[in-house]
């Protein structure tokens, strides 16, 4: 008996001793590309050089939904412009939603090191966490636009969430005083762990509190219309007339949102314009229901810039030539409060995805 | 495949036929699809096609392999949990969602609640468990359907997560690090990623689990038919309660893992997992019936999913392609699956039949007057033993006290008690069919039993099995180990017992088939006195009659095919030789036995005929003959004649005896001579018939006694064991 | 009278007697409980608004339960339901979006469903595959392969005064159309199944398919006729629900919220999953008892997550006193009936 102990201790012992934790070996072999510009260069040999850091590069856009959505249409659609004319290769991989399909996607694409920039769209903070850093040690160079990870990339891009979030948050407060309407909002976001609902939310508690208006529901809606209008249609049925907004992190969410105000109003559950819905971003067609007063007012900001962002961070990368993952830039665009009246005031409100 | 597997002598040129007609083409395939374990293979080789068709036409490559190892560590958990439950005849569609649970739990106790991850890890899998119990209380003890079941179970466990995760939506989305969960997602057990390990344990054990161990087999029983195994005492309820319990612990170290190495905290972790290993299950071929499955087969069907996933990525294919492609996979799997099942055994008995040629010489001529031949009627007066009261004697033996003893194709050795042989009682029950009898050094009877082998029959009844299987010949298809047809057997002075054995596919039932197929499927095998056994002569046509010869060096052996008596010889200078002592004789071979003035007795079961001869040439006929004409009439020897012969050691005829009218002895399968008498047996006949010999035929040779040996110390009745 | 001997009355125990009660009865009587319950404890549970916004939001899954149920009554299954629900939304929109009339649209999608039906039918009533495998594959097939092939959106919204939309518009009466609608299906299922003699051996066929052939039934071409008439009233689910909803997206799965209702509709309603036991009352009662339930959960500001627990739970009790009530006789039950 304590001969079998000890041979099973001993067993545990050489099995512990062969645990071991990878630490991720550092990967030297850079995406290639040059050591910068030179100082001084001609106009034409100026476009010559970045054409030739370019050619043949391959670039893949990973979002989170691609087919028949503008915002990421919008950007896919800049980087095709840009990369495909100057000789290097851009491709797109739709994740549909399907947070497994794109962890796959992009541990595959590090696998066979099938790519020099890895344009990542993050659902979740957490989640590409590992990616990122494999990306890095793989020589890969990673952009990560408008959903921030736990983990920086070579660069970063995207809207300034959290004042978005403070300034429609006011314009929402302004609405409701002047309505002299219940203190009282609700929130509809995404899943509630990515980076945009964590911003959002803290964005428009900052100006809640300031006024001393209280978040009385946050549903996580999980960017699914379905979703979101089921969770207005029962916000709707328990509160009624007792808030007076709806803050809805994503702006095709907030159409379902405001088409469940609209039922409401119909069927006399609540009256008239008693609750506005307000949300971020301004595609055309938030804006058509901005037009047909389903959503009240929303922060455009720059989708457009982002597209071009992305395309000039990823000819910076490439012709700076820096090891993946030794440098970090986060970049915020800016943005405007917009409603059915001034929206067609300003550019980057009511892009088109093309 | 197709060939046959030689021991000892090689008997096949003795069919007059070459290499070809030693193959048996169709039954080597009837041979490989009627194999169990084929059921699996040919959706699995099927699988194995498609992957590697998918691997050389994809960018997937020997990259993408670690990225498929990791999903197939993953998905197999719960693979492997959900075989055991439909092999328990169950199903479980709840997996996904405890996969979610216990994956968005794990991470909210480390991450939230801080807990050690020395607890973290065992609380996730017994979570797991915990929520699997729910599902075995509910359809073991509660008796619910346990397909709606776990489809409702998936959906609240769904919402457990999901309420899980709102509830701490901020905290979970921060990462902690711990070497425990570092050592999970990233780390290495002696090189291999600690996911794999964990997986290939699990893997083993389960394995070994469900094919190995008692509980296994209680699973697969309750999945086969749930009454039997409850009546057969297997705690069914328990069994499939437990079965849910794995599967559940299973999806919660599935769960586990996935959090360690992805750390999504969103509520859709597991979500649709429970169709992919349901597919992958499929493909695996377990079955829904349950009762049928492996979770190796299981495993292998989540490879073919995770590498047509890779590929789907690959090819930058969207999800909605990836479903839609996994769909048809799992439908053409389960059609498969299905047809194969269904249809396999069928073919493999179309085509077991596999007749074969044989060239036979010229056809002596019975009938023609004046030869030894002519036919008589000196066996026709025989008077009976037994009459009515025995059916089916094939042979008979007699002891030092006149008792005869002969075989009933009922199962039961007679003893009729000498020396008037009126009073017949049974003395021992064999539970096969009695076949050829004779005596060994020892005085003991030994019974070779058509189906079971050799046995000794002691004085008091008992019987002992001697022998019932050789060695298995390492190049046959076929399992030809068992003594399936041991037809005769004889002693040799050495204390060896050669018994013939007529073929080594067909049981003693099935003889017809044999008849048709012709092919020398049998062997002689000799029993050593230890009781170990070897072939000595193989390929053989039917042998049917041995007999050690006076001088105790050779023993002849009886062909019923080829009608043809052979000697092989066993001691002396010639010891190995084999060589012929009677070719091309007019009928078929049965039993031979010594005479008491140094020659032999031999009967034949049936005489040739010219339309007999000519099947030989034709097989084809004859397996279109089995497959459309029912087996009462199918053309084979019919055995329907009595007659006996006298032949001397060098393989002359000396004399002929016939019953023509067949009327008392309609066939003759064995002759004995005992005390001036010849006992005639036959398969067929009512009686044992005892007939007086003439003087001149009667010599002083004891026939019953092993040559060599100069007689027993003690009667048969007081052997002792 | 004295004469008459009393005869010998048979003492039921208390399962007995409530298992000879027809299950719908049983299930409207716990319907009108829960509405009490809700009376009591909600406010504006029992306003007109609420009720018909019950029964409103009921219709889309009730038509699926009887879909469900008919499949389920010929002792088959179909978990392709939802999925031809959704897929007929997308394309209907998606062919309109492509200039297509609504009408051609309509019918070249109903075909479609049509065909759906015929493959599963078929592969299940001839080909014998086991009908759990080959509905979900259907199923499976359809989203997934409509989705990649066909459809360029990501969300559909219905447009602005489509004849899709009228179906669930306004009222007639004082009752909103909708409700008319599901009514209107419920009564001709009804008709169809009861009364009608295809109805009776689609009947005869689940509660025992050997003898139903024995007799001389067409169980093949009446399995197949099961599932056709299913995918067909999927596909009008389908439409009632973008028309109450408004708009579809693209992320359904094959095991859709909307399935798992439909299928619990009916097992709830008294329609046992081994065939040939209930009927559509029971059905309705089970969409009643369900729509009134997820109400009183929103009522009562359940969230999303904690809903799904709730009638997870509720549910598996209904299950498990269908099975308290009708169990399965362990000395003849298959261990295939799942």
Known sequence: ?354 | MFGIATRGVDAFPLTGRGWRDRLTPLQGISDVIGKRWMEGAVPLVLAAVLTTGVVFMTPVGATDAPLIMDEVAEKSLLAIGLTLVMVAGGIDLSIGSIVGCSSLAALTAFRVWGWPMEVVIPAAVILGAMLGAINGVLIAKMKMRPFITTLVTLVAFGGAAEALQSRYTNQLAFPKSDILWDFLGEGAIAGIPTAWAIFGIVLVVAHIGLTRSRWGWWVTAVGSDRRSARRNGIPVDRVVFLTYVLSGALAGLAGLLTAARLGRTDPAVGEGWELIALTAVVIGGVSLKGGRGSVVRAVAGMVVVAVILQASIAFTLEAGGYTAILALVLFSFAILDLKWGKYRLRIAEKLTIDPGRISVGPLVDVTEPGTVWSINSKLTDAPPIGLGTIEGAEDCALDDEGNLFCGDRRGWIWRFSGPDHTNGEVFARTGGMPLGHAWDRDGVLMVAVGGMGVYRVFPDGETKLVANQVRRSLTSLHDDSALRFADDLDTAPDGSIYVSDFSTRTNAAEYMVELVEYRPNGRIVRIDPDGSTDVVVSNYVFPNGICTSHDGQSILIASTGLFRVDRLWISGSKQGQFEPVMENLPGYCDNINRASDGNYWMSFIAMRTPMSDLLMKYPAVRRRMTREVPQDNWLVPQLNVSCVLKFDDQGNVLKVFWDKSLENYPMVTSINEHAGHLYLCGLLNNRVGRLQLDPEDVGDIDPRLVPGTTGRSLPFSEVAR | MGAVATAPRTEFSLRQRLAHVEQGLFVFGMTIALCVVGALTTDGFLSLNNLSSILQLSVTFGILGIAAAIVILGKGLDLSLAAVAIVTAQVTLELMRRDLSEGRAILLVVLFALVIGLVNGFVVAFVEVPALFTTLATGQLVLGGVLVLFLEENIYSLPEGSAIAVLTDGSILGVPRAVLVGALVFLLGWLFISYTSVGRLIRAMGDNFDTARAMGAPVRPLQVLTYVVAALLAAFAGYVMISTENSVETTGTAFDPLLFTAVTVAVIGGVSLSGGKGTLLGVLAGTLFVGVLNNLLVLHSFSTATQDIVRGALLLAAIALDAWLHPRDEETAKTDEL
């Not at chain 1, 100057?86 to 099938?114: C, H, P």
């Not at chain 1, 549903?219 to 219309?225: G, M």
């Not at chain 1, 993946?324 to 409060?337: D, N």
């Open chain 1, 1 to 354: 008996m304590k001969t079998r102990v000890a041979a099973l201790l001993g067993a545990f012992a050489i099995v512990l001793a062969g645990c071991t934790v990878d630490g991720g070996s550092s990967d030297d072999s850079s995406a290639g590309g040059g050591e910068g510009m030179p100082d001084t260069i001609t106009p034409i040999k100026a476009r010559q050089a970045v054409y030739d850091t370019m050619q043949g590069k391959k670039i893949a856009f990973v979002p989170i939904l691609y087919k028949g959505y503008n915002l990421t249409t919008e950007w896919g659609h800049t980087m095709e412009r840009s990369f495909e004319r100057m000789g290097a290769e851009f491709k797109v991989y739709d994740s549909n939603f399907d947070t497994d399909q794109m962890v796959k996607t992009i541990n595959d694409l590090i696998a066979r090191e099938a790519v020099d920039v890895l344009v990542l769209h993050n659902p979740d903070v957490g989640v590409l966490t590992q990616q990122i850093e494999d990306a890095a040690d793989a020589g890969i160079y990673t952009v990560v636009i408008n959903m921030i990870s736990n983990a920086s990339g070579d660069i970063f891009v995207g809207a300034d969430v959290v004042g978005s979030a403070e300034d429609v948050a006011e314009r929402a407060v302004t609405d409701c005083e002047s309505r002299g309407a219940p203190k009282q909002v609700a929130v509809i976001d995404g899943p509630g762990n990515d980076a945009f609902s964590l911003q959002w939310n803290a964005g428009i508690s900052n100006t809640f509190e300031e006024h001393g208006y209280e978040v009385v529901r946050t549903s996580h809606a999980q960017w699914q219309n379905s979703l979101a209008n089921k969770a207005a249609m029962q916000i709707l049925q328990q509160q009624k007339d007792n808030i007076c907004a709806f803050m809805v992190t994503f702006d095709l969410n907030a159409i379902a949102v405001g088409d469940a105000v609209q039922d409401a109003e119909r069927q006399g559950l609540i009256q008239e314009g008693s609750i506005g819905v307000y949300t971020m971003a301004a595609g055309a067609e938030t804006c058509a229901a901005m037009d047909a007063g389903k959503v009240t007012a929303t922060a455009a900001y720059d989708v457009t810039g982002i597209g071009s962002s992305i395309v000039a961070g990823t000819q910076q990368l490439l012709e700076m030539g820096n090891e993946p993952g030794s440098m970090h830039t986060i970049s915020l665009l800016p943005h405007v409060v917009v409603d059915k009246t001034t929206m067609n005031e300003y550019t980057i409100a009511c892009y088109t995805g093309n």
